[in-house]
């Protein structure tokens, strides 16, 4: 995969493209994006070859990151994407967790936390978040428990 411009910093990443698509909905369902077997994390959708070279098998939890973050999704192998391309959508409620590395990754799997945050131009603005390069491995130990959906703690009255 050719270098690609990284938010500014040129960066080389030669895993995968992730091709996000958005979720019409304001909440997250289970079905296509989160299911049983998920623990919880959004399903990405991986090409078979990609996944046998990396030791990735369906159902592992992946780590999905490049130098502006990292998310955790829970894979599944599809002819349906082309090789070198992995999908992972939109609408994962944003889940910062800390990994026994001192990382922060998004436990549910936000892809925002991989894009950068700049519109395609001053006069449209619209989004540039559905692309972007990234190093896909798959996750030694559990996966951090989803909170995203849980109230905060307080704090002290």
């Not at 599944?76 to 800390?98: F, H």
């Not at 619209?126 to 030694?140: I, K, P, S, Y």
């Amino acid at each position: 995969m050719s270098q690609v411009e990284d938010g500014g910093r040129n960066a080389r990443f030669d895993d995968l493209i992730v091709s996000g698509f958005h979720v019409i909905a304001v909440y997250v369902v289970p079905g296509e994006y989160i299911d049983e077997e998920s623990a919880g994390l959004f399903i990405c959708t991986m090409h078979p070859d990609d996944a046998k070279v990396r030791g990735i098998l369906d159902g592992d939890i992946v780590r999905l990151h490049n130098n502006r973050g990292a998310c955790l999704a829970c894979v599944t192998l599809s002819d349906d994407v082309m090789p070198g391309v992995l999908r992972l959508p939109t609408g994962a409620w944003y889940d910062p967790t800390m990994d026994a590395a001192g990382r922060t990754p998004c436990a549910h799997g936000n892809p925002n936390v991989l894009t950068r945050d700049l519109g395609t131009s001053s006069l449209a603005q619209g989004c540039t978040g559905q692309r972007t390069a990234v190093e896909v491995e798959r996750l030694e130990g559990e996966p951090p428990p989803v909170r995203a959906f849980e109230a905060p703690a307080s704090g002290p009255s």
